[in-house]
């Protein structure tokens, strides 16, 4: 799933696919699908809100770094260094927008479904 969104005034490209979890995890040690289960966008303004932001923030770093580093390329160089180097370029309340928010949730989410979709009219039960 591919999709260019605005953060903040400026275009930032995002790319999801089955490496996307495997590299979120190389990266921040967390396993994705866990996180995304205790997410409530509804409640960003709460103390689990900023938890829920952080993970996002973090998504769309794995996401824009996947649609422009060559994947070897990405796989070596992810790490929390350049994260926060890739967060520089953003003002904190750039992640504030709830569409913002939900628009980098959604391009993992359709990536995801995409894939269960595809895994079962290949083998349905």
């Not at 993970?55 to 422009?68: F, H, M």
């Not at 070596?76 to 504030?96: I, S």
């Amino acid at each position: 799933m591919y999709k260019r969104i605005d953060i903040g005034g400026k275009p930032i490209e995002l790319t999801s696919n089955a490496a996307t979890p495997r590299l979120f995890k190389r990266v921040f040690g967390k396993d994705l699908l866990v996180e995304f289960s205790h997410i409530d966008t509804q409640d960003l303004q709460s103390e689990s809100g900023f938890q829920t932001l952080e993970i996002v923030k973090e998504l769309g770093y794995v996401l824009n770094r996947q649609a422009t580093l060559p994947f070897r390329e990405c796989y070596a160089k992810l790490d929390e260094v350049d994260y926060l180097e890739w967060l520089t370029q953003f003002e904190e309340e750039d992640f504030y927008d709830s569409d913002t928010l939900i628009e980098i949730i959604g391009v993992w989410q359709k990536s995801a479904r995409s894939s269960v979709q595809a895994k079962n009219q290949v083998s349905p039960q």
